[in-house]
């Protein structure tokens, strides 16, 4: 995939499609307004005063080979009020275009940057929305796939412009769709297809492409190192789990500045705590964290970023097989804290609490992050909105949620106070794996809070943003997370320490 900027008028431009955006009660007499009019025949005063479209956000009118123009289809874009307008609208509105007109002669598109947005503020942003509409989940059919191929990303401007600058501008953009697209697809992965092992590939693959060390412990070396919350969550399973780690090793120190752990369960099936059916259909993307971490150490890689940076992916599957674990079952973690499993349903954590003493003890991680589908009481509490941010440092979750805007993923901050951590004090054993009915979300993280050693952390739970059931334009998996995580990398490589 290419991208770079053009510096012409508009009408000059010469692409499969051209992306213009328009405004909601747009000033005819605007520059752009004057000109579209006259290469159009009128036709923008026409639409508009008719009330026939009115730019809303989202609402594309696509005119094809129109006559007085380069580019062979041309798109008004909606883009709602002007001073509504900022990266977030650009991505999602550049999407939605090309999703309408997706076809498989889309090589070249183009977004134009008209003379009165900032050029700076959205370029990144249109880049990024035109390859997200360039996801397609249907992978298996063996007729009618949607799938087209855009060759060339690039932003139109007759503004001045650092043309170098902005170029690497652009490239930001596509380093981090590109990756969000991979977590996407291999989220998307049915649970026959991929499995813990699969992961392991598919891990090999990024880490030889983007020069990051792998390292894979297998069944034999988690034993040996007494990593029984992992092993205990795929005991039910006749696919044994992993541990993945990959290194970027951006400067020279050997302790990560940054470690991200990610859930990978590639199916949960509740295991004996087994779920219902209308719950467990959609338990493939129960890895979406492990995906979106692998994904992000593919962007860290390319971005260059100048600290050492982590990804540790725990996979597994939670199967109900006959050696599968019990409710009441207690085992001993990696950190030695004993855990008493009441739900074996509530496998998340498990795993991710042998992730995070992993990031402690042996590798000295100074900040972690990790990334997890990991309760439905998340998506009670914040919806197919934000995803729910939980921490014991103030630095670090600034930092994230300073991330978390600049990259469009919404995040919300959820509380941490100590009293929540009585839910989940075991009768038997350090802790359960359960918290109770209410605050299930919260109850979670301070279960995940206990293995991380006091050191700065951060959790996001994502469990209602994964996924998009409904929503044409991006159904199914979303790789949200993967450019928070770059975002955040980079922004800590370059603070100074505090
Ligand atoms: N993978 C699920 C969480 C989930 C639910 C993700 C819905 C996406 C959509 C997780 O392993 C789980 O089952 N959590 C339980 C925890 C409970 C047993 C304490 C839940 O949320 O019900
Ligand atoms: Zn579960
Ligand atoms: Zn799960």
Redesign the pocket.
């Known amino acids: 995939m290419k991208t770079n900027l053009i510096v012409a008028p508009w009408e000059e431009i010469d692409c499969d499609i051209l992306i213009l955006p328009v405004f909601e009660e747009e000033d005819l007499d605007s520059d752009l307004a004057t000109a579209l009019n006259e290469k159009l025949d009128g036709l923008l005063e026409e639409l508009l005063s008719s009330q026939e479209w009115k730019g809303e956000n989202d609402s594309i009118v696509v005119l094809h080979r129109p006559d007085k123009v380069s580019a062979r289809r041309l798109l008004l874009a909606g883009c709602g009020k002007k001073e509504h307008f900022d990266a977030s609208v650009a991505r999602k509105v550049t999407t939605a275009a090309v999703r309408k007109v997706r076809s498989s002669s889309l090589k070249k598109v183009v977004f134009y940057c008209r003379d009165d947005i900032s050029l700076e503020d959205v370029a990144q942003a249109a880049v990024e929305g035109i390859n997200l509409a360039a996801f397609e989940g249907d992978s298996y059919k063996t007729k009618d796939r949607k799938t087209f191929y855009i060759e060339e990303v690039s932003v139109g401007t007759s503004q001045p412009a650092d043309q170098k600058r902005l170029e690497q501008i652009l490239r930001r953009g596509l380093i981090l769709t590109e990756a969000t697209n991979l977590a996407r697809e291999i989220t998307n992965q049915p649970g026959n297809r991929v499995g813990p092992r699969d992961m392991v590939d598919r891990a090999k693959k990024v880490a030889q492409a983007e020069g990051l060390d792998i390292e894979v412990l297998e069944e034999k070396d988690l034993e040996e190192l007494g990593m029984n919350a992992l092993l205990a969550v795929g005991q039910g399973s006749h696919l044994p789990p992993r541990l993945i780690i990959l290194t970027h090793k951006g400067a020279e120190s050997e302790a990560p500045l940054l470690a991200l752990v990610g859930k990978g ?1 590639t199916f ?1 099936s ?1 295991g004996l ?1 087994l ?1 219902p059916p209308s ?1 467990m259909e ?2 493939k993307s ?1 890895k979406a964290g492990a995906c979106v971490v692998l994904a992000a150490m593919q962007a860290i890689a390319r971005l260059n970023v100048k600290s050492t940076v982590v990804g540790v992916l725990p996979c597994v599957e939670n199967l109900p097989g006959g050696r599968a674990q019990r409710p009441g079952d207690v085992i001993q973690s990696f950190s030695g804290k004993t855990i008493e499993v009441l ?1 074996t ?4 954590r498990l795993i991710l609490a042998d992730a995070l003493s992993y990031c402690v003890r042996n590798l000295k991680a100074r900040h972690i992050v990790d990334i997890a ?5 998340c ?1 009670v509490a914040l919806g197919h909105v934000r995803a729910g941010l939980f921490s014991n440092d103030h630095s670090l979750s600034r930092h994230l949620i300073e991330a978390s805007r600049t990259a469009g993923e919404p995040v919300w901050e959820m509380p941490m106070d100590r009293i929540y951590r009585e839910q989940i004090e075991s009768d038997i054993a350090d802790v359960k794996n ?1 918290g109770g009915k209410w605050a ?1 979300a919260i109850t979670a993280a301070k279960f995940l809070e206990e293995f991380v050693d006091g050191i700065p952390w951060c959790h996001l739970d994502i ?1 209602g943003v994964d996924l998009f059931k409904e929503k044409e334009e991006q159904k199914g998996p979303t790789g949200f997370g993967v450019r928070i995580l770059a975002e955040l990398a980079e922004r800590l490589a370059a603070w100074p320490e505090d």
């Open positions: 369960v949960d509740g705590s779920k719950s959609e338990m129960d739900n349903d509530a496998e998340g589908t990991l309760t439905g009481a998506l359960v299930g469990a």
